[in-house]
């Protein structure tokens, strides 16, 4: 199963379009603040449908939810890649945000209940971090064909229709899942029993101190990161048309090749970073202990990057996003970790699902925010275009540390 479970987050992973989406978006005559409404209502849509759709998941099926997942994300890249006019856009990221809500949250509770079953849920920050790492893995060979697509076609929205083809292996690796994977699906379920099964779940979530602790850190941790990710694309383009580098070659080219390069290394700086966070803890002292630390060290990255991206070193900016990615996926297994221990078995995805609600609040939030401080950044020419992203999130992250580890204490 360990298998089937990596080739899911391989094929999961198998976005070509995602290193360069910030690029289409550009390309198609948005601006930062239209992107970050963009970003806010996918927040937004996900947000409304994430907590029902782990209750779905806990009562219906696990696997069922999770091939559901998958028509939705086909659905979503097929009006992406025909998208002309902006409200279009709203339309896929509406199907993409189904397909996110169906999914975070459901297979990391299926990767558990296995693990429940053979008897190794010792190994859960072990085994979730090797499993991720494959989604890293998947990452960097997407990057790879993304790189050749967009030089082929020198179309960034032709990524969106070859990413069609691994979501549809994909559903088929869903079906070679064994039943009893569904989790604990009651009978006759109706919609009542699943509100009623939402508002337990939603009762834990608050009632449990440390749980309400784990989502304000998953707010200014995950959340943050997730607002703060996308720029890495402008800043890598900013430095290629900066560099005398294939000269022959159009801007789109260009941009593609750098960007390609930065991601392939982000991916598998992020599968190595997850394959290995169970030696944080136990180097830290527990999930607790290492979870702490990591919160430190991107405090301090996010206060570097200030300087940098203002005074434009965007070549040691970009040095600074890659260590981000590996610090996040340091962090990533450990605090999935750390809310599995308050969940049951027929409350795992729904606590899970809360867990990414969360944190899609805060970058709901704090997307379009940031892209109107850029927008008006760029036009005052105050500085680097892209400091203010680095501010933000130093700002938030100091506020979520300094709460987060006063509640610890």
Request: net charge positive; hydrophobic share 50%; with cysteine.
């Amino acid at each position: 199963m360990i298998r089937r479970f990596s080739l899911y987050g391989f094929l999961k992973n198998q976005r070509y379009f995602e290193p360069f989406i910030i690029l289409f978006f550009l390309s198609s005559g948005l601006s930062f603040t239209q992107i970050g409404f963009l970003v806010g209502f996918r927040e937004m849509a996900t947000n409304l449908m994430e907590i029902p759709s782990g209750a779905v998941a806990d009562l219906f099926g696990r696997r069922r939810c999770m091939m559901l997942s998958f028509v939705s994300y086909i659905a979503s890249f097929a009006i992406f890649g025909f998208s002309q006019d902006y409200w279009q856009f709203f339309v896929a990221m509406l199907f993409f945000a189904i397909g996110e809500a169906f999914r975070t949250g459901t297979h990391k509770s299926i990767i558990f209940t296995w693990l429940r079953f053979e008897g190794r849920s010792g190994e859960k920050t072990k085994v979730y971090g090797y499993t991720r790492s494959w989604s890293k893995i998947g990452s960097a060979v997407s990057v790879i064909l993304a790189v050749a697509f967009v030089l082929l076609t020198e179309n960034y929205a032709y990524v969106f229709f070859f990413t069609i083809v691994p979501y549809l292996v994909g559903l088929i690796n869903f079906m070679t899942y064994p039943e009893e994977l569904e989790g604990q699906p009651a009978r006759g379920t109706s919609f009542r029993t699943i509100f009623q099964h939402l508002w337990e779940c939603l009762r834990v979530s608050i009632s449990i101190k440390h749980l309400r602790r784990l989502m304000t850190e998953s707010i200014g941790f995950e959340g943050v990161y997730k607002a703060v990710e996308s720029y890495l694309q402008p800043v890598v383009k900013s430095l290629a048309l900066m560099l005398p580098l294939f000269l022959g070659l159009g801007d789109v080219q260009r941009s593609a090749i750098l960007v390609g390069t930065v991601y392939f290394i982000v991916y598998l700086v992020s599968g190595y970073a997850s394959r290995n966070s169970y030696h944080v803890t136990e180097r830290f002292g527990g999930e607790e202990g290492g979870s702490r630390l990591l919160w430190k060290v991107v405090f301090i990255l996010y206060l570097a990057l200030i300087p940098l991206l203002f005074f434009e070193y965007y070549h040691a900016a970009i040095v600074g996003f890659i260590v981000l990615s590996l610090i996040q996926n340091f962090w990533r297994p450990i605090q999935i970790s750390r809310f599995d221990a308050y969940a049951t078995e027929a409350q795992g995805a729904t606590v899970l699902s809360i867990e990414s609600q969360a944190k899609s609040v805060s970058t709901m939030m704090l997307a379009p925010i940031i892209g109107a401080v850029v927008d008006f950044v760029r036009t005052q020419n105050l500085g680097g275009d892209f400091w203010p992203v680095a501010a933000i999130a130093a700002i938030i992250t100091l506020l979520v540390l300094v709460v987060s580890l006063r509640k610890r204490k």
